[in-house]
């Protein structure tokens, strides 16, 4: 464990000015071609084999080093929040994730493990560990972690499913003084389906929530709407009641197109993001590991958190992603304030530390003999089973 924590400390420098780089130019989802190339030269400089466009999405990433049977996936967020930047700290997670990758490459051969770092493009929209997963980047994958930014250090949190709709209505024009009735209000549509949610959040229960935004709904106050476009958003504590949820939440939509005689149209926004399941002894050699750093994770067990594709290869493979604290002032993600403490002292420790303490996890999984085996078994089982997605 001294040669991987040597190996951080040394890159020190390299890791901090990846992660203020990151922060300096950010990228929205699926344009974080600056980003990814970023992080794809860091790693070429390690000697890693990168390969860029991952699972046919063009800023994903993989960076491989190793030839072990033991196959330990690093997962490097890099995408930022659209007008507020790296307000969820994605600059400290990838440069984290980077990091660990380092610190393992530097006993890969030793150890016996083949480093994997995906770069995963998309978190905040689409998705992208979730496309990379269907892809087949995490089969053989015996361990996916990261670390990921916020106001305080935490494990053993799920996350909660989510599912997104681009929703439309699609009506028809007419003067709006002159001959109205003449015209199908799409807005209205929007407008009533958007109140038939709003009186449903009543009886949807704990941790089912739902988000919508108003894209477009007309251009001329004197034309009667033929076009409402919207998104809508859901959460649930598992994908079976994210599943529930959006039979009802469906409904309320049809009923707006009922009652305007407008059109609906209903189309999938990325990926639905799946719940979090922490595995338990990737979660306590986390723990080991803060604590020889001086850190103190919380335990957050049962609680849940927002919503990360990280969910979804979570039901695949067994996963690690606790969250690493600095100081931000008070600030929660997602807020400016948030994203101006992203480049701090703290902020800096937290990559450093963050990178030692999942390194450290990668080694005690790989020279652990009863759990290192047991990870390999699970690899052959799910690779026997066929579909990605699901280990029970």
Not at 1 to 10: G, I, L, N, P
Not at 78 to 104: E, F, K, M, R, T
Not at 185 to 204: I, K, P, S, Y
Request: charge should be negative; charged fraction near 20%.
């Amino acid at each position: 464990m001294t040669e991987a924590a040597d190996t951080v400390r040394r890159a020190r420098d390299t890791l901090v000015g990846l992660s203020h780089s990151l922060h300096a130019e950010p990228e929205t989802a699926m344009r974080e071609y600056k980003s990814a190339a970023k992080v794809a030269a860091v790693l070429d400089s390690a000697g890693f084999s990168v390969t860029p466009g991952a699972g046919g999405l063009p800023t994903a990433l993989i960076g491989t080093y190793g030839t072990g049977d033991l196959v330990v996936a690093l997962c490097a967020e890099y995408d930022a929040l659209p007008g507020i930047g790296h307000a969820c700290g994605h600059n400290v997670n990838g440069a984290a994730a980077v990091g660990a990758a380092l610190a393992l490459a530097a006993v890969a051969d030793s150890v016996g493990i083949t480093v994997r770092l995906v770069g995963t493009p998309a978190e905040e929209d689409i998705g992208g560990k979730a496309l990379l997963l269907e892809a087949g980047v995490f089969d053989d994958v015996a361990a996916a972690m990261m670390v990921h930014a916020a106001p305080e250090d935490s494990v053993g949190a799920s996350s909660l499913a989510v599912g997104a709709w681009d929703v439309t209505f699609r009506g028809r024009p007419a003067h709006a003084a002159l001959a109205p009735w003449e015209g199908v209000n799409a807005l209205d549509a929007m407008t009533l389906a958007h109140t038939a949610v709003g009186l449903l959040r009543q009886q949807l229960p704990p941790g089912t929530l739902v988000h919508d935004i108003v894209l477009e709904a007309g251009h001329a106050v004197n034309v009667i709407p033929e076009l409402a476009r919207g998104r809508y958003e859901l959460r649930a504590r598992t994908t079976e009641d994210l599943g529930r949820a959006r039979e009802r939440v469906r409904a309320c939509l049809e009923a707006g197109a009922l009652a305007t005689g407008a059109e609906l149209e209903l189309t999938a926004h990325g990926r639905d993001f799946a719940d979090l399941r922490q595995d338990p002894f990737l979660t306590a050699a986390y723990v080991r590991a803060a604590r020889a750093l001086g850190r103190e994770p919380v335990p957050r067990h049962g609680e849940v958190m927002a919503s990360t594709d990280m969910g979804n290869v979570s039901h695949a493979v067994p996963s690690l992603h606790p969250t690493i604290g600095y100081d931000t002032g008070g600030a929660l993600q997602h807020t400016e304030p948030f994203a101006r403490h992203g480049t701090g002292p703290g902020a800096d420790q937290a990559v450093v530390d963050g990178a030692t303490a999942l390194a450290r996890v990668g080694v005690e999984l790989a020279t652990d003999p009863a759990v290192r085996q047991r990870f390999l078994d699970l690899v052959g089982e799910r690779t026997a089973g066929g579909a990605p997605g699901d280990r029970g």
